[in-house]
């Protein structure tokens, strides 16, 4: 009736919670959460029934601060979870939500820290109450790779030192240098370990790099030359007598060397001259060819033996 006032009859009530797993209700109708979701409190008191329906960490909206993660193999990275009530309150949910990657062996998921695997594309999944939120993930899902250096002209005992550049499918730039698989398609011509190059020999080698599902390859060139010389081009020679020849190499970039020892020296008749790294050695008379090869160019010495 008008002018009656109202009375806390909480206490005199009987309460119950739909569900105790949910949200528990004590004599008085203090009512305690105890896990996410939706329950009825119910009052009894002379004969009347009231209910009071009670959302257990339910959110309006859930949002993750990203949406697209970009990473490397054994890379983590670390996602912030909101989750915003009726009355636009905001709250940090990262540790409450239950997390889930579609796809655990490209990446995993624990607490909102994202952990790359090996290359591919998962998506995580965070639920709170009855929100859920997506993150799509890629691990190494490379676009292109590239070199620092298309081509390499290097002399035999040089050494070079390549880096690989990764573009990620975000455009992000990486190096990967140390990560990517190195081959030589020649070892003979030069060798290679996480991007540094060993020319070993003449001729010309493919180096590559892979990284992911990409890969690179270096053109290499060893010994690359214009021409090769020697400082006498005939000789007239007595038996016995010997004579040093000097073979020098020009190389593509101008450079020159002395490339006696490494070239390969023949004579076309021993009996009449011999030769060894350019030591030219008159044995009988007659006419020999001597052929200097050196980086697959050749160059001859004509010699003459007389009489004694």
Do not use: C, H
């Amino acid at each position: 009736m008008y002018g009656e006032t109202s009375k806390d009859v909480s206490e005199d009530a009987t309460w119950s919670s739909s569900s105790d797993k949910i949200a528990e209700v004590d004599s008085k109708g203090v009512i305690t959460g105890v896990a996410t979701g939706k329950v009825t409190i119910t009052a009894k008191i002379e004969g009347k029934t009231l209910t009071l329906p009670v959302e257990v960490g339910m959110a309006s909206g859930l949002e993750a601060d990203v949406n697209f993660v970009v990473l490397s193999a054994k890379e983590t990275q670390t996602i912030l979870l909101t989750g915003t009530d009726e009355d636009g309150n905001t709250l940090d949910v990262t540790s409450e939500a239950t997390w889930k990657s579609s796809n655990a062996r490209v990446a995993d998921v624990k607490k909102g820290v994202i952990t790359g695997n090996s290359s591919g594309k998962a998506n995580i999944t965070a639920e709170y109450g009855s929100k859920k939120v997506t993150i799509q993930v890629e691990v190494d899902v490379i676009t292109r790779i590239e070199a620092s250096e298309p081509v390499l002209s290097l002399k035999s005992g040089d050494t070079a030192d390549l880096t690989v550049t990764a573009f990620l499918s975000d455009g992000s730039e990486r190096d990967v240098t140390d990560k990517a698989e190195w081959k030589t398609n020649s070892y003979k011509v030069a060798q290679v370990t996480k991007g540094k190059v060993k020319a070993t020999g003449s001729g010309k080698a493919k180096i590559t790099a892979k990284y992911g599902s990409k890969s690179v390859t270096i053109a290499v060139d060893v010994d690359t030359l214009k021409y090769l010389q020697t400082d006498k081009v005939t000789l007239t020679m007595k038996p016995g007598e010997k004579v040093t020849v000097a073979a020098t190499a020009t190389y593509a970039d101008g450079s020159e060397a002395n490339v006696s020892k490494p070239a390969l020296w023949k004579s076309s008749r021993i009996a009449t001259a011999s030769v060894k790294d350019g030591i030219i050695q008159a044995n009988g008379k007659g006419k020999a060819t001597i052929t200097v090869t050196f980086a697959g160019v050749k160059t001859k010495v004509t010699v003459v033996v007389e009489a004694k």
